[in-house]
């Protein structure tokens, strides 16, 4: 039992769950959409991402195609597909020459061209979908819900800076907690934008939502993407369960900055991170390669520090000590619970 501080100082949760957290344990999560990588990535040759463990080939059968994804084997003799290239718009296996059209059904054998094709010969499909730049699988035929909304994307007044996939050598747990964790932000990104003297926190308002949690606070900050003056981060932000997050930020002069944040779990102890920015300023205000540079030196601190855990994501609370700034932690350590163990699935 662990006691929680602030205004619920008195009580003591009781924790009905799992202690830790592992992926490849609770199917429900195969049942989400993922981002696999951004829709750029994928051009005229086979993509290989891994997505909670399956391996999977993406590729575009034309330059201007949809983006199909299969399982990354081959049913013949079992060859990463990924190996292979794009051929009369066909996928074609490097080990025997095998193709298939962006449906997976197999098109050509070429050692016996007029033979019947094997029953089992086709691929094994994987739901996909293009959206905010990225390539989003789902690994089940029925999603409990939707792509996350992301409603600045395309609208009108924002401006769309796509980052980078970056990997991390931990949980999809301890990053997505990392990204609603303000506590953290003016020491491990003492380098950036936090500052140890500047470490005061004002509490956030945290309210369980039917698409997961939503977190209103405010987090003073030492500088932003190209300027290096103190500010004040006014922020909304978003859990999609699993592992989606959006994050609006206010700051006084009235810019707003949102970061899209899709994280995939590649298995039980890796994820990456497909992230978006949108904001409300313009290309000539500050340039989009600020902005990069600014967040890749912000996911490298993050980065040193989660790498650097325990690699099991604690789910019971009384596995850690927790404080006043740790509601955002707290509440969606919940959010996971109730998840997994079917007391509760998000819409959206």
């Known amino acids: 039992m662990t006691a929680i501080y602030g205004r619920d100082a008195a009580r003591v949760t009781a924790h009905h769950g799992p202690d830790h957290l592992v992926i490849s344990e609770h ?8 981002a696999a990588c951004f829709a750029a990535d994928v051009t005229t040759e086979p993509v290989a991402r891994t997505v909670l463990g399956a391996p999977l080939v993406l590729w575009r059968p034309a330059a201007a195609a949809p983006v199909s994804v299969a399982l990354d084997r081959c049913a013949h003799r079992d060859a990463p597909l990924s190996k292979g290239w794009v051929a009369n718009c066909h996928l074609v296996c490097a080990y025997h020459g ?32 293009e959206r905010y730049g990225l390539i989003w ?25 796509p980052e980078y996939e970056y990997a991390f050598a931990c949980t999809a747990m301890h990053l997505l907690e990392n990204n609603f964790d303000p506590g953290h932000v003016a020491f491990v990104h003492r ?18 939502e039917p698409y997961g949690i939503q977190t209103r606070g ?39 900055h949102v970061m899209v944040k899709a994280i995939t779990p590649v298995d039980d102890d890796h994820c990456s991170l497909a992230q978006v920015v949108l904001r409300t300023d313009t290309e ?22 989660l790498e650097a855990l325990p690699a099991l994501f604690p789910l019971a609370p009384h596995l850690n000590a927790h404080a006043r700034a740790d509601r955002n932690s707290l509440a969606i350590r919940r959010l996971w619970t109730d998840l997994v163990t079917g007391r509760w699935l998000p819409s959206y």
């Open 284 to 305: 000539a205000d500050r340039p989009a390669a600020d902005i990069l540079a600014f967040d890749v030196a912000v996911e490298n601190e993050d980065r040193s520090m």
């Open 27 to 34: 199917p429900v999560l195969r049942r989400f959409w993922y």
């Open 98 to 129: 095998w193709e298939w059209d962006a449906q997976g059904k197999t098109k050509r054998i070429p050692q016996f061209p007029d033979s019947p094709h094997p029953t089992k010969s086709g691929l094994t499909m994987v739901l996909s979908e």
């Open 218 to 256: 405010q987090v003073p900050v030492e500088s932003r993407p190209g300027e290096t003056r103190a500010t004040m981060r006014t922020t909304v932000s978003k859990v999609y369960a699993p592992f989606f997050g959006h994050i609006h930020i206010t700051y006084p002069d009235g810019l707003q």
């Open 191 to 208: 380098g950036t934008f936090g500052n140890p003297e500047r470490a005061e926190l004002t509490d956030d308002v945290v309210t369980r």
């Open 137 to 161: 699988v789902c690994l089940d035929d029925d999603p409990i819900a939707g792509i996350p909304p992301v409603p600045e994307y395309g609208a009108p007044g924002w401006r769309v800076v």
